[in-house]
């Protein structure tokens, strides 16, 4: 049977592309039954206020680093997106003298320009979010050193990927995008080998880190979350860690607040992890394979997947 193709851009591959009843089962489920979710491998995990949803978030850090010791050194891979977290985690380092010397942190993603990551000095720039809103913040006494700080670089990729193996990565925590990303892992474009067929589960897992063309429904994401709408200021390129370096981690936390994906987003990727669904059409879905994943939920941004007219 040939595939459908995309509603939302039909030179790629997207979730509007899979059976079509995974798509109605997932928009019919109620809160509960998304807490219901949870199974071996796979935890629902709900917070009601985002006072605790993001303190909970920040506290991934703190229990990460807290493990790192000189003979295993380790810690965190963490998100641009959401943010609010991260000025947390430098307040909980400072007020718990928590030493970071033997602790690590990975940031997972980067926009790119011409094949390029974007300076610091961008606009956009993740590695300088990472630093003006946790980093910088700290007490220079109990600051990570700058060589355990790994950010993807487009000369040094193999490097980046390398430290995964060199320093455990107990945590890669993350959101969840409209196009049912994490970090960039976007669809394939709908071409080549991949005119009919997106790539199976197993070929988008042999992927490391890399640059990418992005999905146009990420651009358009990131231009309302990130630019005030204005889709020509954010790159089409991006820089992203891949499912090799995911499945190296020894747990995957996804933190959902409602910001960056609708209700019915959150639903459908819960709903083909549990039910152990694949396909790279929806990249999040592969997480199913994971030994250890966890989606956080603010809980009223769940809501429900109805119609309403505003």
């Not at 991260?86 to 007020?95: G, K």
């Amino acid at each position: 049977m040939v595939r459908k193709k995309s509603i939302l851009a039909e030179q790629w591959w997207d979730y509007t592309t899979i059976d079509e009843k995974i798509l109605k089962d997932a928009a019919t489920l109620t809160t509960k039954d998304v807490l219901h979710l949870s199974r071996p491998g796979f935890q629902v995990v709900f917070y009601d206020t985002l006072e605790s949803f993001y303190l909970a978030e920040a506290m991934e850090y703190i229990n990460a680093w807290k493990q790192a010791t000189p003979s295993k050194p380790a810690g965190i891979c963490g998100p641009i997106g959401p943010t609010e977290q991260l000025p947390l985690v430098a307040q909980l380092v400072n007020e718990l003298n928590i030493s970071l010397k033997n602790a690590h942190f990975w940031g997972m993603d980067e926009w790119c320009i011409d094949d390029k990551e974007v300076p610091e000095t961008h606009a956009l720039s993740f590695a300088r979010t990472d630093r003006e809103l946790c980093f910088d913040r700290m007490k220079p006494e109990l600051k990570m050193p700058e060589e355990n700080i790994h950010f993807p670089k487009a000369d040094t990729l193999a490097e980046y990927s390398r430290s995964f193996d060199e320093f455990y990565c107990l945590i890669m925590q993350g959101g969840q995008g409209d196009v049912k990303h994490w970090a960039f892992n976007d669809p394939f474009k709908r071409e080549g080998k991949y005119i009919n067929e997106p790539p199976s589960p197993g070929e988008y897992r042999t992927l490391s880190t890399r640059l990418v063309n992005l999905h146009p429904v990420t651009i358009m994401q990131n231009a309302r979350t990130s630019g005030g709408g204005y889709v020509v200021g954010v790159p089409t390129q991006a820089l992203t860690v891949g499912p090799v370096e995911t499945w190296k981690s020894g747990k995957v936390s996804i933190w959902q607040a409602g910001t960056h994906d609708n209700p019915f987003g959150m639903r459908l990727t819960a709903f083909m992890i549990s039910k152990k669904i694949t396909d790279s059409a929806v990249p999040m879905s592969l997480l199913a394979d994971h030994p250890n994943v966890v989606f956080n939920y603010y809980r009223p941004a769940l809501s429900e997947v109805t119609i309403e007219m505003h």
